[in-house]
């Protein structure tokens, strides 16, 4: 595995981040095999070592397809991370409204719609629960799934209030899809490079160009069953992309500050 000490060749870095996306596996808290995997343990202590090199001014714990419905490792990660810190959760549109603000109080921001890992089997609820907890919370839904297979998607989520797609919607087929997606005000992660088909590059400077305000950086740590963990040369990318400075910290912090409601 890379380590993140080579930070330090890297020649372009953001002034500070918001990692909009990145994982915690804490093995005493329920974790469930999916599609034959389990991660390593990933702790708290392990990502802050892993960032110690940036400036990470805030962030967002994002629920895995291994943690299930469970929220007990999130509120416990929350807890630790401070109130600059929130979370992205599973959860099946049956959930009770009461469940729900129960979880807000735990600075968790939204639920995760997982496509790609069987998560979540389908999409015939989706403008509905992503009404619903918009409405009742302010909460968002945050989708990872295939741009490959966008066609069905995009109709239904330029509907939603509010909602993000993570690592660039993964194939480069569907960059066009992901461009309308960002055109209508969704958000975009900058993510999990070492997973997605993407020409990264060329996917930041097309999606900054319909929409600036919608790029979010996030390091995808740990990297699990992606081709390659994160890189410090991944942010480095996004900034030689960019360009300029105003730029660099919007998609770096100012983004995702602005989407999760974080203090810069």
């Not at 599609?35 to 990470?56: A, W």
């Not at 990872?144 to 966008?150: C, G, I, K, T």
């Not at 509907?159 to 797609?165: H, R, V």
Request: with cysteine.
């Amino acid at each position: 595995m890379i380590d993140i000490d080579q930070s330090k060749t890297v020649t372009q870095q953001p002034g500070r981040i918001v990692d909009a996306h990145f994982h915690i596996y804490n093995d005493a808290f329920p974790l469930i095999e999916n599609q034959g995997f389990l991660p390593s343990q990933f702790l708290i202590e392990d990502y802050l070592h892993r960032t110690k090199h940036f400036n990470i001014v805030g962030g967002v714990i994002v629920s895995g397809s291994v943690q299930g419905f469970d929220q007990s490792y999130l509120k416990a990660a929350l807890a630790a991370m401070g109130p600059n810190f929130v979370g992205i959760t599973n959860l099946p549109s049956s959930v009770s409204d009461a469940e729900i603000l129960k979880l807000r109080e735990h600075r968790i921001r939204g639920i995760r719609v997982n496509l790609k890992r069987g998560v979540v089997s389908g999409l015939d609820n989706l403008v509905d629960f992503g009404k619903r907890i918009w409405d009742l919370a302010g909460w968002h839904l945050e989708m990872y799934v295939d741009s490959r297979e966008l066609d069905e998607v995009v109709p239904k989520l330029i509907k939603l209030p509010k909602a993000s797609i993570d690592h660039l919607g993964m194939a480069r087929s569907g960059l066009s899809q992901v461009q309308k997606l960002a055109e209508h005000g969704v958000k975009i992660k900058a993510s999990g490079f070492g997973r997605t088909e993407v020409d990264v590059a060329k996917a930041v400077k097309a999606i900054y160009s319909v929409n600036p305000d919608s790029l979010m950086f996030g390091t995808d740590l740990p990297s699990t069953r992606a081709e390659r963990p994160f890189n410090v040369r991944d942010i480095e990318t996004v900034c030689e992309a960019l360009g300029d400075t105003k730029a660099i910290d919007k998609v770096f912090a100012q983004n995702a500050a602005d989407f999760y409601h974080l203090t810069l």
